[in-house]
């Protein structure tokens, strides 16, 4: 008996490998065992990343937005966003008042600016904040890796202590997004957490991308959401697979994402929004890409227990 056990073990164990190198994973999500929460119950507010469906009016997009169930967008203000930031005194407020008409909110502004000396970048954060924007997300600061990088970290300090005290000045929250790459300070958290050493988390935070976590920690991803818990002012969600040692966007849920970090999601301990990120089609349409983010807004519910 022992013998059979023992080679069932074996055989249990070798097929298990093969399914996980054909690609095979369980079903994503069954682990979760927390309570349902009605959605009107659910405070922290979920807004959808609109980069790939930025080509709609701003009517159309608060009305689509609100349809599918968003509290409101992570707008691209930004070159080659939905606003150009030399047209933000014009187009800023129009954008507003239709997303106001749907009960949604710039949750997020995603910006080019990562300093506060370029008289645009001021300019287009103090518009934002008249007009009751809270949140804005910064430019990545990049390493030349052809340098020791940890003292490029103390270089691009005097930036963000600029942009603090702006921030502090307009009532603003920069979030600084943790993005993998060897480029990207931040891809290792330890180095963001370095730079805003000092900062009040209110000044600038964190955006913490849990795709880009586990791209860049794998298996340490807790490790950096430990690091980032204490400044984390938005949270960020989309999912990916490996391709050899590329990473390829895909729909939520069938991916590699722990399904512990949903877990943490649904405690509510962490009241800051959540930014859907739905980048696997890029530029495929804008049909397809709205009906993806309905999909993936319904999986998320499920994710973190909402009914």
């Not at 056990?5 to 190198?21: K, N």
């Not at 530029?283 to 397809?288: F, I, R, S």
Request: with cysteine; net charge positive; hydrophobic share 40%.
């Amino acid at each position: 008996m022992n013998q059979n056990r023992r080679e069932f073990c074996v055989l249990s164990s070798a097929a298990a490998a093969s399914l996980l190198a054909t690609g095979w994973r369980p079903a994503f999500g069954t682990e979760l065992s927390a309570s349902a929460i009605p959605i009107e119950k659910w405070e922290q507010p979920i807004c959808a990343f609109i980069k790939f469906i930025q080509q709609l009016s701003f009517d159309q997009l608060a009305e689509t937005m609100a349809k599918q169930g968003f509290q409101g967008i992570e707008a691209t203000i930004r070159p080659k966003g939905l606003i150009e930031p030399k047209d933000v005194p014009e187009q800023l407020p129009k954008l507003v008042a239709a997303l106001k008409k749907q009960n949604l909110e710039i949750t997020v502004m995603t910006t080019n600016i990562n300093h506060a000396d370029d008289p645009m970048n001021r300019r287009v954060l103090k518009v934002a904040a008249d007009l009751g924007v809270k949140r804005y997300r910064t430019q990545y600061y990049k390493y030349d890796l052809a340098k020791p990088v940890a003292p490029q970290i103390e270089t691009f300090r005097p930036q963000a202590m600029g942009l603090a005290k702006l921030n502090r000045e307009l009532g603003l929250t920069a979030v600084y997004q943790n993005h993998a790459g060897a480029q990207y300070l931040g891809s290792t958290m330890w180095d963001l957490d370095r730079l805003l050493t000092d900062i009040d988390p209110n000044e600038i935070g964190i955006a913490f991308d849990i795709r880009h976590a586990i791209a860049s920690a794998g298996q340490s991803w807790p490790v950096f959401w430990n690091i980032a818990k204490p400044r984390v002012k938005a949270i960020y969600v989309k999912d990916f697979r490996w391709n050899g040692l590329k990473t390829e966007n895909v729909p939520l849920g069938t991916g590699v994402l722990d399904p512990k970090f949903f877990k943490i999601l649904a405690t509510r301990e962490h009241q800051v929004p959540i930014s859907l990120h739905v980048e696997y089609l890029q530029n495929e349409g804008l049909q397809k890409n709205i009906a993806a983010l309905e999909t993936d807004l319904k999986k998320l519910h499920k994710l973190i227990g909402i009914n």
